[in-house]
């Protein structure tokens, strides 16, 4: 019942993109005068935002799908609770991002400087920081999609960002890698004005590593 009703939300996601590219398509504005204004407004959206949580469904190359619950706290904080049968945890305490897979008893983590999305969890973010740069802005309507590209130390560094406007609300970002792979971040029930519990974000990291050892040392 649950994967039929996320299939169906994919679909409808899908679809609303496709439309929303095809009309863009036709008649849209491209790097036009009103681009530092709608650069301006972006950065102020995101540097006005403290606290989120929203519902995410995760679309990867391959056609497969997960979703959850994404949280925000900034500064650095960011976790992505996986629903089942997903048994994958990514969380970030501000400083790394630590991907967790339960099932598979498997960690890594990372520099939060390295991953794509630290856009999400930065103060005063900007786009005229010298590791960014802005490819295009197309916008029609209700609809404004930036796509933009890290320089340097990045795992990947081509994203889209598809905007609904008035009220600006991100609703979908896309990150490509080197290899053209595609992921598909899509988000509903976006708020922004919750007070989240920050133990959430807490992950002992060296815990969970001698845990992990101790499973494959033998008796």
Known sequence: MMNNLIKHRLVNLKFTFLILIFSLSLSSNSFSNNS?????????????????????????????????????????????????????????????????????NQLNRISINKVPIKFLVNNNFSFKNNDIVIKNIEYEGNVIILSMQYNKNMLTNKIKLLFENNPLI??????????????????ED?????????????????KKIKEINKTFIPN
Do not use: C, H
């Open 170 to 187: 991100l609703r979908q970002w896309i990150i490509e890698d080197s290899q053209g792979y595609k992921t598909r971040i899509s988000l």
């Open 36 to 104: 530092d204004i709608i650069i301006n407004k972006i950065e102020n959206y995101f540097n006005n935002i403290t606290t989120l949580q929203a519902k995410f469904i995760q679309l990867d190359e391959d056609g497969s799908y997960k979703n959850g619950i994404l949280m925000i706290s900034k500064p650095g904080k960011i976790i992505f609770e996986y629903k089942k049968p997903s048994s994958i945890l990514i969380v970030s305490d501000g400083q790394y991002v630590i991907f967790y897979d339960k099932n598979l």
């Open 190 to 206: 976006v708020n922004t004005e919750i007070k989240l519990d920050e133990k959430k974000f807490k992950f002992d990291y060296n």
